[in-house]
């Protein structure tokens, strides 16, 4: 397969139909679409496919592929010449959630199309829809015996499954509950979309394939962890959703953890999608616990007020269309953790996100500990800067360790220097998108980059009682810190960091 040519997919592909739940949706039109058509023109599909969108909305097979001409034509990768094909893989069919019988129909349409187009009963099903409809479409699925598969490896059906995972650990557990009731675990695909961006993934490989940082990778050598995943767009049209959500459910019950996880988790002993998410549900179960009744040392919280960028003005949070007036959602967060274990006991780790910041940027930096000694105090007047490693995902996909030298010339001055790796130097293969990665994997039934239950209930029970108290708590309205849109952070959670530059006095 020349896509992968020198990084090939072992696993074949099986012919399957593909049923997008929601897919008049703008999942499915923004990301699930243009991914599939990316796969395609790059002949990464299998062969035969179809895919079948599934909605409320009664549109007919025209109106469909036009729509997903659209969303191609939008995401700038359309062609003509390839779309030609592809448009002959879709197909539509209604649904109605609450209306058993369209199960059913959806499931004679399902035999129809395995029999015409020889896909042999093997079907995945795309929940790309609002949270609320997981359960009831789950129940349609199961009910319509769509969640059984056969016996001697033909015909499997699988259920991938957007985040948010439930709205808390009750509600995580509930819905885990449900979709048990007609899916087994190897059926359920839980999406962080996170984890198959490339720069990701390759934390693990920079962590456990190279010898020289695993010995300094803990609490001897370094001082603190700094994860970051800052936006500049705002809450653009999913007020619906974020105003119930908020940035901690949104960005830290899922993308931060898994971030926190990959950064911090002992080698597992395979690389096996059970031996990471083991090694991954202990970190999420050794966070120690929040002190809740201290918020204000470990917890920052923000949402934008009206700004500027460009020229432009940019509204509030609160005036964003389907924001509730006088919403005390926030749409920043840092927060401060710890694991209790025998590696981080004591390492501090800022977990920082928040929408409508001056910038877009994704990243890990790793803060080591000063040198334990200073020959060079009566040298230089200056401090030696700590080493301090950067893991970079967005906009940079890039690894950069600095560290100290000498400047050139007669007298002995310090300067700063950079090892900078750029991830896409040199690199001919052509790269994955995160969807395009997470479908694949999908497809070959390949669990590694998807979460267990474990893990979601783990982080949940972290993150519920930290919820509760933001949400119970008499001075909410005061812990919410105002940022200008288009801005930089908070100055509270500016102070919070600043204070641990200034606390770091430790040495290796
Ligand atoms: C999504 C969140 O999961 O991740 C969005 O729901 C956020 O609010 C997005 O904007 C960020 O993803 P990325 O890949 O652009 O960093």
Same mark, same amino acid.
């Given at each position: 397969?020349?896509?992968?040519?020198?990084?090939?997919?072992?696993?074949?592909?099986?012919?399957?139909?593909?049923?997008?739940?929601?897919?008049?949706?703008?999942?499915?039109?923004?990301?699930?679409?243009?991914?599939?058509?990316?796969?395609?023109?790059?002949?990464?599909?299998?062969?035969?496919?179809?895919?079948?969108?599934?909605?409320?909305?009664?549109?007919?097979?025209?109106?469909?592929?036009?729509?997903?001409?659209?969303?191609?034509?939008?995401?700038?990768?359309?062609?003509?010449?390839?779309?030609?094909?592809?448009?002959?893989?879709?197909?539509? &069919?209604?649904?109605?959630?609450?209306?058993?019988?369209?199960?059913?129909?959806?499931?004679?349409?399902?035999?129809?199309?395995?029999?015409?187009?020889? +896909?042999?009963?093997?079907?995945?099903?795309?929940?790309?829809?609002?949270?609320?409809?997981?359960?009831?479409?789950?129940?349609?699925?199961?009910?319509?015996?769509? !969640? #059984?598969?056969?016996?001697?490896?033909?015909?499997? @059906?699988?259920?991938?499954?957007?985040?948010?995972?439930?709205?808390?650990?009750?509600?995580?557990?509930?819905?885990?509950?449900?979709?048990?009731?007609?899916?087994?675990?190897?059926?359920?695909?839980?999406?962080?979309?996170?984890?198959?961006?490339?720069?990701?993934?390759?934390?693990?490989?920079?962590? /456990?394939?190279?010898? #020289? /940082?695993?010995?300094?990778?803990?609490?001897?050598?370094?001082?603190?962890?700094?994860?970051?995943?800052?936006?500049?767009? !705002?809450?653009?049209?999913?007020? %619906?959703?974020?105003?119930?959500?908020?940035? *901690?459910?949104?960005?830290?019950?899922?993308?931060?953890?898994?971030?926190?996880?990959?950064?911090?988790?002992?080698?597992?002993?395979?690389?096996?999608?059970?031996?990471?998410?083991?090694?991954?549900?202990?970190?999420? @179960?050794?966070?120690?616990?929040?002190? #809740?009744?201290?918020?204000?040392?470990?917890? *920052?919280?923000?949402?934008?007020?009206?700004?500027?960028? +460009?020229?432009?003005?940019?509204?509030?949070?609160?005036?964003?269309?389907?924001?509730?007036?006088?919403?005390?959602?926030?749409?920043?967060?840092?927060?401060?953790?710890?694991?209790?274990?025998?590696?981080?006991?004591? =390492?501090?780790?800022?977990?920082?996100?928040?929408?409508?910041? @001056?910038?877009?940027? +994704?990243?890990?930096?790793?803060?080591?500990?000063?040198?334990?000694?200073?020959?060079?105090?009566? +040298?230089?007047?200056?401090?030696?800067?700590?080493?301090?490693?950067?893991? %970079? *995902?967005?906009?940079?996909?890039? *690894?950069?360790?600095?560290?100290?030298?000498?400047?050139?010339?007669?007298?002995?001055?310090?300067? @700063?220097?950079?090892?900078?790796?750029?991830?896409?130097?040199?690199?001919?293969?052509?790269?994955?998108?995160?969807?395009?990665?997470?479908?694949?994997?999908?497809?070959?039934?390949?669990?590694?980059?998807?979460?267990?239950?474990?893990? #979601?209930?783990?982080?949940?029970?972290?993150?519920?009682?930290?919820?509760?108290?933001?949400?119970?708590?008499?001075?909410?309205?005061?812990?919410?810190?105002?940022?200008?849109?288009? %801005?930089?952070?908070?100055?509270?959670? &500016?102070?919070?960091?600043?204070?641990?530059?200034?606390?770091?006095?430790?040495? =290796?």
């Amino acid at each position: 397969m020349a896509y992968f040519a020198s990084c090939p997919i072992e696993t074949p592909l099986e012919p399957c139909i593909f049923i997008i739940m929601g897919a008049t949706g703008d999942l499915a039109n923004r990301k699930l679409l243009p991914a599939l058509f990316n796969l395609f023109k790059n002949k990464a599909l299998p062969d035969p496919l179809t895919i079948v969108g599934c909605g409320r909305t009664e549109i007919s097979l025209e109106n469909f592929r036009d729509q997903t001409q659209t969303a191609l034509k939008n995401a700038g990768i359309f062609d003509a010449v390839k779309w030609n094909n592809f448009s002959r893989t879709l197909a539509y &069919q209604r649904l109605s959630y609450e209306d058993a019988e369209s199960g059913k129909r959806l499931a004679k349409a399902l035999r129809s199309l395995d029999r015409q187009r020889k +896909t042999s009963g093997n079907r995945f099903f795309y929940l790309a829809l609002p949270p609320d409809l997981y359960a009831p479409a789950v129940n349609l699925l199961g009910d319509a015996g769509l !969640g #059984v598969e056969k016996s001697e490896g033909l015909g499997w @059906s699988r259920l991938v499954v957007e985040k948010p995972f439930g709205y808390d650990l009750k509600s995580a557990m509930a819905l885990d509950r449900q979709i048990h009731s007609h899916f087994r675990e190897h059926q359920i695909f839980r999406i962080d979309h996170y984890l198959a961006k490339e720069t990701v993934q390759n934390i693990l490989i920079f962590r /456990f394939a190279n010898a #020289v /940082f695993e010995p300094i990778w803990d609490r001897k050598y370094i001082a603190s962890i700094h994860i970051t995943a800052i936006e500049t767009v !705002g809450v653009e049209h999913r007020a %619906g959703y974020y105003d119930q959500a908020g940035v *901690i459910r949104d960005m830290f019950q899922n993308h931060m953890m898994q971030l926190l996880a990959m950064t911090t988790m002992e080698p597992p002993p395979r690389f096996e999608s059970e031996a990471v998410r083991d090694e991954k549900a202990k970190v999420f @179960s050794s966070l120690r616990p929040f002190p #809740v009744d201290d918020l204000r040392a470990f917890l *920052i919280l923000g949402q934008y007020a009206r700004g500027f960028s +460009t020229g432009k003005v940019l509204p509030a949070y609160q005036e964003e269309p389907g924001v509730r007036s006088g919403s005390l959602t926030p749409t920043y967060a840092l927060m401060k953790v710890f694991i209790d274990n025998w590696r981080w006991q004591g =390492v501090p780790i800022f977990l920082e996100s928040g929408k409508r910041l @001056s910038e877009k940027r +994704t990243e890990i930096v790793i803060t080591f500990k000063d040198v334990p000694h200073c020959m060079f105090r009566k +040298t230089f007047d200056e401090a030696i800067s700590p080493n301090r490693l950067v893991l %970079g *995902i967005y906009p940079e996909e890039h *690894i950069q360790l600095s560290f100290q030298t000498k400047k050139a010339g007669a007298k002995m001055c310090l300067g @700063s220097a950079v090892l900078d790796f750029k991830y896409h130097q040199n690199a001919r293969e052509l790269f994955l998108g995160a969807y395009e990665k997470v479908l694949i994997d999908c497809m070959t039934g390949d669990q590694m980059l998807f979460w267990r239950q474990d893990g #979601v209930e783990a982080c949940w029970a972290f993150l519920t009682p930290i919820l509760n108290a933001c949400e119970q708590c008499a001075f909410r309205k005061e812990m919410l810190h105002s940022y200008p849109a288009g %801005g930089p952070r908070p100055d509270a959670a &500016q102070a919070l960091l600043s204070l641990q530059l200034h606390n770091k006095h430790d040495k =290796v």
